[in-house]
């Protein structure tokens, strides 16, 4: 006779195995804080290069204005304002960062707790861990 | 009605054997298209642009992930563009980087669609792609969405615009790159595509996961209403030009 119960506790965790558990595998090596500063500090050096990507767009987009300027222009004003702009910028995008990164860890470690449930489900079925011990 | 039925559980039981073989198909024609596509618009790259090399290629993307086949078609791109002009390289490359650098950051699951947009802009039925996100992915999807239709006026904006941007100069780089800018991300049709798109994908999303009957008829008609309204007054604001009998038949279809 097949136990229906045991069949479909080990056909969910193949399934869980073959697809989000090797992910989720991944996510658990780390402890969720050094896991967002990871991300955090991946975000921080990307975001820079795309800031000043778009900065150089812009310097190319106003070079006519910029070189009319260029002997009457208060540099530190200008420094100050594309810092600012860097560091509002930088910030949505940490934030952002957080954000899908904490949820992503959030959503694997249920499905990983989720997992070692049915593991747990499958083990009592057997008879307990202590089972196949002569 | 059973025979139905049988046919259904057929095709599942031939996937669930052979899903290995029919995904790496699907890759292999997705690509294949993808770089028709490309080689038809931006084939500037001779080498790169014949039958052979884009089998090859195409054979190529069947085994990456989808991640892996928006890269590749990004460098087939940029090989293209490099034999028009530096000028549509440069541009090109910043689209490309600032998308790799801002987006694949995040390796999402759902940039085959960055990939099926373009593909389906060029088939006439890009109001497709926010539906079928919407009923098969999640709200971040959008994104995807929006990305696949930047690289899209991408491509045609170089394809239409080519004599220009293979004559640019040093003496003429300033107005050339304002008019590089105002072309790509001025595009007034492109932007009202992205909200059209972005917002008919949400409401599809947050339609279907409602608990009412036939949630998913509902959220399609949703969404391709919602798609036609933008639009509308996207054309009565910004005189973007679309034919809107066209998308209304395309919607349809």
């Known amino acids: 006779m097949l136990n229906e119960d045991k069949i479909r506790i080990m056909t969910r965790m193949a399934m869980y195995e073959k697809n989000e558990g090797k992910r989720d595998s991944k996510t658990d090596a780390w402890f969720k804080g050094d896991y ?99 | 009605m059973t025979t139905l039925l049988e046919i259904r559980e057929s095709i599942r039981g031939i996937y669930g054997r052979y899903s290995q073989y029919i995904i790496m198909a699907s890759k292999f024609f997705l690509s294949l298209i993808a770089l028709n596509i490309v080689n038809s618009r931006v084939g500037y790259f001779e080498s790169i642009s014949g039958v052979l090399p884009t089998v090859i290629i195409a054979i190529f993307c069947a085994v990456l992930p989808a991640n892996g086949i ?47 947009t373009p593909i389906c802009c060029n088939l006439g039925i890009p109001y497709v792609v926010p539906l079928a996100g919407g009923l098969l992915l999640g709200p971040a999807s959008a994104l995807s969405v929006a990305i ?62 409602m608990r009412i009957m036939y949630a998913w008829s509902v959220a399609i008609a949703v969404g391709a209403v919602s798609q036609l309204i933008i639009l509308l007054i996207g054309d009565v604001v910004y005189d973007t030009n679309l034919s809107i009998g066209l998308v209304f038949l395309g919607m349809i279809a």
């Open chain 1, 36 to 134: 967002i500063s990871k991300a955090l500090l991946g975000s921080f050096i990307t975001g820079t290069i795309a800031f000043v990507i778009f900065f150089m767009i812009y310097a190319l987009d106003s070079v006519e204005e910029l070189m009319l300027t260029l002997y009457s222009m208060d540099v530190i004003a200008l420094v100050s304002r594309v810092g600012l702009v860097y560091i509002i910028f930088m910030a949505c995008f940490e934030v952002i960062t957080w954000v899908v990164y904490s949820v992503r860890y959030d959503k694997a470690q249920k499905g990983l707790r989720r997992y070692y449930k049915d593991v747990k489900r499958l083990t009592d079925e057997y008879g307990g861990k202590d089972n196949d011990r002569i």
């Open chain 2, 70 to 116: 928006c890269a590749v078609m990004a460098a087939v791109i940029l090989a293209q563009l490099y034999h028009l002009s530096l000028a549509s390289f440069l541009l090109g490359l910043v689209v490309f980087l600032l998308m790799f650098l801002l987006y694949f950051r995040f390796s999402p699951g759902d940039s085959i669609l960055i990939i099926l």
């Open chain 2, 148 to 209: 696949g239709l930047i690289v899209h006026y991408l491509i045609v904006f170089i394809s239409g615009n080519a004599a220009s941007l293979g004559n640019i100069t040093t003496d003429n780089i300033a107005e050339s790159f304002q008019f590089i800018m105002n072309g790509v991300f001025g595009n007034r049709t492109m932007l009202v595509m992205i909200v059209a798109a972005a917002a008919s994908l949400i409401l599809v999303y947050y339609f279907r996961r």
